[in-house]
Nanobody
Framework: VQLVESGGGSVRPGGSLRLACTIS????????IGWFRQAPGLAREGLSC????????YYSDSAKGRFTVSSDNAKKTAYLQINNLKREDTAVYYC??????????????????WGKGTPVTVSS
């Protein structure tokens, strides 16, 4: 199983980025992909989750409004669109993959497979 994130980079405050997470070696349509980030000196933070089978999406309170998760089953790729970027969005962004939680179809508390991360720097 492999996950490859892309789309990170340096951007000015107010800008936008779309991160991508492409997977291989896993049944994409029976999967959930979660997006997380970790800023320097801080704990990892969960942002959103998408069930690639039914398209249901989930967001943390901090991600509602400026973050949008989506996926393209044909490309086995999930996306995280981030708008109106703020300096505090500076972090390494990770995607994680697993089967849907049997409880509610969302991401599991512990996801099995992780990408290596893509850095996002928001600076003027």
């Amino acid at each position: 199983v492999q996950l490859v994130e892309s789309g990170g980079g340096s951007v000015r405050p107010g800008g936008s980025l779309r991160l991508a997470c492409t997977i291989s070696g896993f049944d994409f349509e029976d999967s959930v992909i979660g997006w997380f980030r970790q800023a320097p000196g801080l704990a990892r933070e969960g942002l959103s989750c998408i069930n690639n089978g039914n398209g249901n999406t989930y967001y943390s309170d901090s991600a509602k409004g400026r973050f949008t998760v989506s996926s393209d089953n044909a490309k086995k790729t999930a996306y995280l669109q981030i708008n109106n970027l703020k300096r505090e969005d500076t972090a390494v962004y990770y995607c994680a993959l697993d089967r849907p939680s049997p409880l509610d179809g969302s991401c599991r508390a512990t996801m099995r497979y992780w990408g290596k991360g893509t850095p996002v720097t928001v600076s003027s």
